[in-house]
């Protein structure tokens, strides 16, 4: 981007020589890889999407991911061409054809060549794209000392423009988010919605260690993309014994806040230790933070659906 200072994504990115993408049933190229212009995923972002990880051989939460794919299409009318069980299988030989152990996985679904009008019924048929590849969103630094953010001018999307939940390939609102947080020198920035309540960030969810210890995230009803580590670091959370709550919260709560992190399939945990310039819990990544990230990492080690069996 012109202006903007490039960050360290994506640095564990394959060359492509070698790599496999699925597309439409087949196993190509990079260079063969190619959708057409006509596609309205191009022309109007009309389409869904997944990021997916495996670690250690295993696909995490595939089901799950899975689950909110077709969710998301279902509620978009778009037609995805395989069953849940024919796109986790074309998943698994993705990752097997890469030969990866640890795997970032792309999946789009858009709803494929039609004409230049809007009207998704003049499509011929939906683009399936399944890639497979590396990636690193940040520096270890980062998940060493945390993460500087602002909070961002633009708000969250209400549910009756484009739904939060929906995982489509429309990320522009995503992306303004970015920008800013670009502008402003950080990696990220807190989206909040019209009401001024907290939601996510450009790509992940939001967590904060309130005074009492308790663990609040944003309820789904706010806004927000369910994400599937965050439901999973809710779930190891309570299974730790720590209160485990879904509840508003505004940019106060998060400038006073004990500790707070971000979580994503490609950020993972990752702590945040300034909020708009005010330090959260003396600037460190809190205990919680920390022992989440643990639980969490040693979880995703040792859970999810074979490769290679
Ligand atoms: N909110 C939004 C808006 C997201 O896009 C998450 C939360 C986290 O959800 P999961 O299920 O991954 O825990 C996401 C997912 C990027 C990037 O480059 C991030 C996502 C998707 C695509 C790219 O940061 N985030």
Redesign the pocket.
């Known amino acids: 981007m012109k202006g903007g200072k490039s960050d360290n994504?994506y640095t564990g990115s394959l060359t492509g020589i070698g790599m496999q993408i699925y597309l439409n049933g087949k196993y190509c190229s990079r260079e063969e890889a190619k959708v057409s212009v006509f596609d309205h995923g191009f022309l109007y972002g009309d389409g869904v999407f997944e990021?997916i990880r495996a670690y250690n051989g295993r696909i995490f939460k595939l089901e799950e991911h899975l689950q909110r794919l077709y969710e998301s299409a279902h509620h978009l009318l778009l037609d995805i061409p395989l069953s849940m069980e024919e796109m986790a299988e074309a998943t698994l030989e993705t990752v097997r054809r890469n030969n990866l152990q640890d795997a970032y996985i792309r999946t789009v679904v858009s709803r494929g060549p039609g004409d230049l009008g809007l009207d998704p019924q003049k499509c011929s048929g939906s683009t399936v794209v399944i890639i497979a590849d590396k990636i690193s969103?940040y520096a270890q630094e980062y998940y060493d000392h945390g993460l500087s953010v602002t909070t961002a001018v633009t708000r969250q999307r209400n549910a009756n423009t484009l739904e939060p939940r929906i995982?489509s390939l429309n990320y522009l609102n995503?992306i303004l988010v970015k920008i800013e947080a670009t502008q402003a020198g950080v990696l990220d920035a807190i989206v909040l919605n019209e009401q001024g309540y907290v939601v996510?960030g450009s790509?992940?969810?939001v967590f904060i260690v309130n005074k009492y210890g308790e663990l609040i995230t944003p309820p789904i009803y706010l806004g927000?993309?369910e994400?599937?580590?965050?439901n999973t670091v809710m779930e190891l959370a309570a299974k730790e014994g720590i209160t485990v709550k879904e509840a508003p919260f505004t940019r106060h709560d998060l400038y006073i806040a004990g500790e707070c992190f971000l979580?994503?399939?490609?950020?993972e945990l990752v702590p945040v230790t300034s909020v708009d310039g005010r330090a959260i819990g003396g600037g460190v990544p809190g205990p919680m933070t920390k022992k989440l990230m643990e639980i969490f990492h040693n979880y995703a080690q040792n859970t999810g659906t074979p490769v290679y069996s």
Do not use: P, S
């Open positions: 994504r990021g969103l995982k995503n996510e790509g992940c969810n927000i993309l994400g599937v580590t965050r979580t994503g399939t490609a950020a």
